[in-house]
């Protein structure tokens, strides 16, 4: 990745002299550093060209370790404390009394108030939504991952399918699926695996249970691997056995929602006609009120990101985008379906990353 290019896009945010990123994805993409948060503060401080980070004495070896980075640290130890290398960042940097845009997304108070601490003229000005606009377009690499990411993912649940039937739990099939990822070379998971059956699928947000799956009933599976930090996101609905006429009319009617959803995406339009070109199919086939969350969100670092393809979400579509599709209908007693599939934006429309069988009986 070329992350000297994307802290360019630091430029642009015109209305502050520098920009401070907290462990978590922002970090990753300018910088390409992992960290996770911890009680420890570690924070980059990108201004114009350059790069400062200030960082807790142990973590300096594993900055040092990416050579293609040209940084300045301020170090701090558990004996000083990190409130002298705050002091020192603002000072040297040339921040006193200047505006620090702030990722509010993630930053914690306690590291607010140490730049409070170290000038309380320097204002913090939040930037949180600004750097999620400048990471919603994707270049190659990233879409090339994600792609790679669906393919593993898609091998695992083909393999899944083969292997699953009646009598196993929510939970033994979760643990299953979450080996088969690793199995096919996803470096982790996107997220732990959400298996629901029968009338649990009917709640979107349920928890993996101990039931056990029934025959001639709704197996929901939403899950993702990730592969070189990027991730899929994938919903599928299946049963083993005959479907009832009703279990056949949601499906076929979800089913239509996903495909009028993807033919109604395309660069110019907005993320609420995306979501209304699918809400108006299934309000039409009398689930209106069994449909109720949002079309999709965006896909990238961060298996969360923008766009929001929501209703009332007048912003709209642009080249490099990447978005999940999952339209659902959820009706208490009967159960739930989903179909989610992951898209990106192109220059005429999109094109469906994922390439996973839609069809509602696993065998």
Request: with cysteine.
């Given at each position: 990745m070329d992350y000297a290019k994307r802290r360019e896009k630091i430029k642009t945010l015109s209305e502050v002299d520098a920009v401070a990123l907290v462990p978590g994805a922002?970090?990753?993409?300018?910088?390409g550093l992992h960290f996770h948060l911890s009680e420890r503060p570690l924070i980059a401080i990108l201004t114009g060209d350059n790069l400062s980070i200030i960082a807790p004495i142990l973590e300096v070896p594993v900055i040092q370790n990416h050579p293609d980075l040209e940084f300045r640290v301020f170090t701090w130890t558990d004996e000083d404390g990190y409130q002298g290398a705050f002091d020192a960042a603002i000072r040297d940097l040339g921040l006193t009394g200047k505006r620090l845009g702030v990722d509010d997304n993630t930053m914690r108070v306690f590291e607010d108030r140490a730049f409070e601490k170290a000038d309380n003229s320097l204002e913090r000005v939040s930037m949180g939504k600004r750097l999620l606009d400048l990471r919603a377009n994707k270049d190659s690499n990233e879409i090339a991952l994600m792609r790679d990411a669906i393919g593993r993912s898609q091998d695992a649940l083909d393999n899944l399918l083969d292997w699953v039937q009646p009598g196993y739990t929510e939970k033994e099939i979760a643990r299953k699926l979450d080996e088969l990822l690793l199995m096919h070379g996803c470096t982790n998971y996107a997220f732990p695996a959400l298996i629901q059956t029968g009338p649990n699928s009917a709640m979107p947000h349920g928890s993996v249970s101990d039931r056990a799956l029934q025959e001639g009933e709704f197996l929901l599976i939403d899950f993702g691997g990730k592969f070189g930090d990027y991730p899929a996101d994938i919903t599928r609905t299946f049963i083993i056995g005959t479907p009832t006429d009703e279990q056949k009319k949601i499906y076929d009617t979800v089913l239509a929602a996903n495909r009028a959803a993807i033919k109604?995406?395309?660069?110019?339009?907005?993320?609420?006609?995306?979501?209304?070109?699918?809400?108006?199919?299934i309000e039409a086939a009398g689930y209106g009120q069994y449909f109720f969350h949002r079309l999709g969100h965006g896909l990238g670092l961060?298996?969360?990101?923008?766009?929001?393809?929501?209703a009332g979400n007048q912003s709209v579509l642009e080249p490099g985008m990447v978005f999940t599709v999952e339209p659902g209908i959820y009706v208490a007693g009967v159960g739930g379906v989903r179909i989610e599939d992951n898209v990106v934006v192109t220059e005429t429309g999109v094109e469906v990353l994922t390439t996973f069988r839609r069809d509602l009986k696993v065998k």
């Open positions: 922002n970090l990753t993409y300018y910088t109604a995406a395309k660069p110019g339009v907005s993320c609420d006609a995306v979501d209304k070109a699918a809400r108006d199919v961060e298996v969360h990101e923008l766009p929001q393809m929501a």
